[in-house]
């Protein structure tokens, strides 16, 4: 077996089956969000009330499952590093998992939250920032993806993960790197988000159209 980066990503293509993962459901409909429609749903979610809004920036931006991202505390955040520390799901013992984010949401969240304050108390650096169930959630995500007219299997947070995994890899994150930021057990999972046509592939395809073209208009007319 190879020890390089590329080596096990392409053991994992070879291995991957697709009856265990995929980016369309069985009829067909997309299940994560494009560069456009991420675009529009993060114009969208600035609509909301600031906790719910940085509940789906925070879902957005590292990619998480939603419990993952409810089960977040002021003890999850390195402000001075942008990092926020997550608890892996679907995992039989306990993993722990570093995602960078974006120094402006970081500060929007020590603002709104005041984690830095509560990083200094034992009892409050402990107290989750979103006293939600699951299903609440889900709806404030829904409305961000209503607002912004996304509709389908991709129109919700599964979509922001998916889009997050598809939208790194076309941005040229390796993918072992994306493998850790999503907390994926194995590659061959993270893999499967590598199918998605990203820019380098509408570049190809724009040359070959032009290329056509060209041909069309120099081939003599009868």
Known sequence: MSNTVAGRAGEALTNWRPDTFGLYTPAGGRKYLNHAERQRALAAIEFLEPGQALF????????????????????????????????TLKRRKLAVREVPVPPELIAALDRHFGIAARQRDPLAADRRLW????????????????????????ACPRGFRHGF?????????????LQRWLGHARISTTAIYADACGPDELGFAIQFWRQSEERLHASPKP
Do not use: Y
Request: net charge positive; charged share 15%.
């Open 56 to 87: 789906a920036l925070t879902l957005a931006w590292t990619g998480a499952r939603v419990s993952e991202v409810l089960a977040l505390t002021a003890a999850s955040f390195q402000i001075d590093c942008g990092i926020v520390a997550l608890h």
């Open 165 to 177: 995994g598809v939208g790194t890899l076309q941005a040229r994150v390796p993918l072992n790197l």
């Open 131 to 154: 006293p939600w169930c699951r299903v609440t959630a889900w709806r404030i995500v829904k409305r961000a993806m209503q607002r912004s007219g996304i509709n389908g299997p991709h």
